[in-house]
C-alpha cells in the first residue's frame, strides 16, 4: 500500500504543478477540471476496462469564496473565474484504491493571499506535530490558535480569522477517502491517535467569516459507502435489487463497476444519479454569513518515526 500511495502523491504533485503553470488560462471552473481529469487519466494509465485500478479519486472541487467545499462544476453550472474570487482546487490521485488527497488555493488579483497564506501555514503546522500516537485533539488545537492568532486587511478593514470548526482533515484506507478519524480543525476533547502505518489528509479551512457552515441544496458529490457497497454488490449479483432499482440494474451495475466506494458525480453519467438509500450525498458547503474561505491539504504517511509526506 505505501508504494501505491507514493505513486499517487507524485502524479498528484505532477497535476498540481501543470495547474499552476496553466492557472491564467482557466476561464471557467469546468476548464480547470477538465485538464486535472484529463492529466490524472494520462498519468495513471486509466483503463475504461479496469476502472478502479487507477484514476481520478473522487470529483475535482472548486470551491470558490464563500463555498468551503463539495462543488464541483458542470455545463450546466459552470461559474466564471473572477479577478478577486478565492478558488479552492482540491483533487485527488489514486493508485489500486491509494488515494493522494490534496488542496490549495488561488485568488487571480492576490486580494486573498494573506488568507491563502494562513491556510498554508496552518496546514504544514499541523504536519510538522503529527506522527505516531499524535493526539488529534490536540492537534486540532494546535491549527485553531494558529489561524486565530491572525487578522488580515481587506479593503482598507482590519478582520479577524476563525478556524471552520466542522470541517476537518481524515484518515484514509484503500477505496475509502473518509475512514474513522478526524483531524479536527479545532481544540475539542478528542482523543484518538495517529498510528503508524496510517495514512491521513491533513486539511485547515481559514475565513473571514464566525466558521460556521450549513449543507446547501445543492448536492453534486455522491459516494456508495463500504457497508452499503457491500449489500449493492450482493443484490446486483442476485438479481435482487430493492424497488427504488427496479428496471434499472445496468445504472446500478455501472455506478458499481466504475466507481465502488470511490465518490462520483452526476457530470460523469448519462443519467440522473437515483434517491436511494444505497448511495449518500455529500451537499455544498457553503459558509453561514457569506465569509471567505481559503483551504490548503496535503496527505501524509505516518511512519514509525515521523511522517512521509505524500504529495
Not at 487507477?54 to 470529483?59: D, V
Not at 463539495?70 to 482546487?89: C, V
Not at 488568507?115 to 488545537?141: F, H, Q, R, Y
Not at 494558529?146 to 487578522?151: A, D, N, T, V
Amino acid at each position: 500500500m505505501y508504494t501505491d500511495f507514493k505513486k499517487s502523491g507524485v502524479i498528484h504533485k505532477i497535476v498540481q504543478q501543470k495547474v499552476k503553470d496553466n492557472l491564467d488560462k482557466f476561464k471557467t471552473a469546468l476548464d480547470i477540471v477538465e485538464f486535472i481529469e484529463e492529466n490524472i487519466k494520462h498519468l495513471t494509465k486509466y483503463d475504461f476496462n479496469e476502472p478502479l485500478k487507477a484514476g481520478i479519486a473522487f470529483p475535482v472541487g472548486i470551491s470558490i469564496n464563500d463555498v468551503a467545499a463539495h462543488f464541483t462544476p458542470s455545463k450546466e453550472n459552470n461559474p466564471l473565474i473572477n479577478k478577486d474570487d478565492l478558488i479552492k482546487i482540491d483533487f485527488g490521485v489514486h493508485i489500486n484504491g491509494c488515494i493522494s488527497d490534496g488542496a490549495f488555493s488561488w485568488c487571480p488579483s492576490g486580494k486573498y493571499n494573506d488568507l491563502i497564506n494562513i491556510s498554508k501555514g496552518a496546514t504544514e503546522l499541523a504536519i510538522k506535530n503529527s506522527g505516531p500516537d499524535v493526539i488529534l485533539g490536540e492537534l486540532g488545537g494546535l491549527i485553531q490558535e494558529y489561524i486565530e492568532s491572525k487578522q488580515i486587511e481587506i479593503d482598507n478593514k482590519i478582520l479577524p480569522v476563525k478556524s471552520i470548526y466542522d470541517l476537518s482533515g481524515h484518515n484514509i484506507a484503500p477505496y475509502v477517502i473518509h475512514v474513522d478519524k478526524a483531524v479536527p480543525n479545532i481544540r475539542i476533547p478528542y482523543f484518538e491517535r495517529m498510528k503508524e502505518n496510517e495514512v491521513f489528509a491533513i486539511e485547515t479551512f481559514p475565513t473571514t467569516g464566525n466558521g460556521v457552515i450549513y449543507h446547501n441544496d445543492e448536492c453534486n458529490h455522491f459516494m456508495i459507502e463500504k457497508k452499503k457497497a457491500i449489500k449493492l454488490q450482493s443484490a446486483i449479483k442476485n438479481d435482487n435489487l430493492p424497488q427504488a432499482c427496479l428496471g434499472k440494474p445496468s445504472l446500478w451495475k455501472k455506478i458499481y463497476t466504475e466507481r465502488s466506494t470511490l465518490a462520483f458525480c452526476p457530470r460523469w453519467f448519462d443519467f440522473e444519479i437515483p434517491e436511494t438509500s444505497y448511495i449518500t450525498k455529500y451537499p455544498v458547503l457553503k459558509t453561514i454569513d457569506g465569509g471567505i474561505v481559503a483551504q490548503y491539504e496535503k496527505t501524509i504517511y505516518i511512519k514509525s518515526n515521523g511522517f512521509d509526506i505524500i504529495n
